[in-house]
Every structure is written in C-alpha cells, then in structure tokens.
C-alpha cells in the first residue's frame, strides 16, 4: 500500500513538473524585465547630458514664451518678477500697500522649484510664499521633476493667466517658511540695481518708446 502511495506520488510529481518549470521561467522572465528596467532608469535618471539637454529645452521655451525683459531677468538673476494685477489686492497683508502711480501695489519673484513670493516693490515688504507643484508629465528628467526653467515657466503661465485662481489653490505660507527671508530681500536688492542699470543702457521700456 505504501509503494503504491508513493508510485502515485512520484507519478504526479512528473506530470507536473513541466508546469512547474514552466512557471518558474516565466516568473524569472518578468523579474528580470522589471530589473533591467529598474537599472535602465537610474541610469537614465543620473545622466547629467539628458538633464542638460531637458534644461535647455526648457530655456528656449521659456524665452519664447515671455517678453524680452523676463527673459533677460531671469537669464542674469535666476529668477521673474511678475506684477501682481487684482484689484482688491488680495496677496497683500500690510493692511492697504498702495504704490507709486503706474507703480503695482505687489507684485511676485517666481523661482525655479521654491514657492512664489509675494511682496510690495515700494517698501520690499515681504508679504506671504505661495507653494505649488507642477510634476514632469512628459519624465524629462524624471517622474515629477521638471527642469528648471519648466518650472518657472508653468508658475509664470498660471500666474499670468489666472492669478486669483492660483493664488486661491496655492499652500499659502507666512515669508520664511522655505526661502530665507534675507536671500529674498537681497534678491530684492539685486533685482533694482538690475533695473537701474538696464534703464541707464536703452531698456525694454525705453525701446518700446
């Protein structure tokens, strides 16, 4: 009884060992794709060449996008200021900033990959960080990272586009939250010497005359 147990047993055994194998090598087979392929994004992911070549993309895009003297602040100082236009001046937090005759009563720095910055030219009172996140849908650089000037250019789009929109979606945070308040205030600094220098030799205003 026993030999017949174990006949039965080495029997079953054979007939299902093709099976076995069979599934065995398909699950190597698969195991082995995804790995490849894991190994094929790291690499991708660290090639600083395709990083480059993302970013310079994403610079001439944003040099057609916006006007001369956008592009010519964020070509020198790394970053676009951008006027802020509702009329009951909703960023503001100083009780009434009201500016300079054709002078804005706020306005914004947008940096690549740090939320915007609201603030008052005439004082440079620092006003609020408004945080949003635009992810890389095309991967140029990976799953949620855009390149640099990507960035900057889909914050400028939106801001420029629908300014109460973002600014009512956006994670508003008091100034200091992620950017220093003094890199901001220098980056003030920078921006009206920028200004003053680039008026003194033919600005865009000055040639749009």
């Known amino acids: 009884m026993l030999l017949a147990l174990l006949a039965l047993a080495f029997v079953a055994l054979v ?9 065995w ?15 094929v994004e790291r690499v ?10 993302a970013e310079q993309r994403a610079r001439e895009l944003l040099r057609s996008c916006v ?16 006027d802020g236009k509702l009329a009951d001046g909703a960023p503001r937090r100083d009780g009434g900033a009201g500016g300079d005759e054709g002078e804005a009563p706020y306005a ?3 940096y690549p990959h740090k939320p915007i910055v609201a603030y008052v030219p005439k004082t ?6 408004y945080c949003v996140e635009f992810p890389d849908l095309t991967r140029a650089i990976s799953h949620s990272r ?21 600014i009512r979606k956006a994670n508003m945070h008091l100034p200091g939250r992620q950017i220093d308040p003094a890199r901001v205030r220098r980056d003030l600094w920078r ?9 003194g030799s033919g600005s865009y205003e000055a040639r749009r005359r």
């Open 191 to 199: 921006l009206a010497e920028w200004e003053r220098q680039r008026r």
């Open 146 to 166: 855009l390149p640099d000037s990507d960035d900057v250019l889909a914050k400028w789009m939106a801001l420029t586009g629908d300014e109460r929109n973002l």
């Open 108 to 110: 914004y720095l947008i």
């Open 44 to 53: 991708t992911l660290h090639d600083p060449g395709r990083e480059r070549r």
């Open 15 to 23: 007939l299902a060992l093709p099976g076995c194998l069979q599934a």
């Open 124 to 129: 440079r009172r620092l006003l609020s960080e």
């Open 25 to 39: 090598a398909s699950w190597r087979e698969k195991h082995g794709v995804r790995r490849r392929a894991r190994r």
């Open 67 to 82: 006007n001369e003297e956008e592009w010519e602040m964020y070509r020198d100082l790394g970053f676009i200021k951008v």
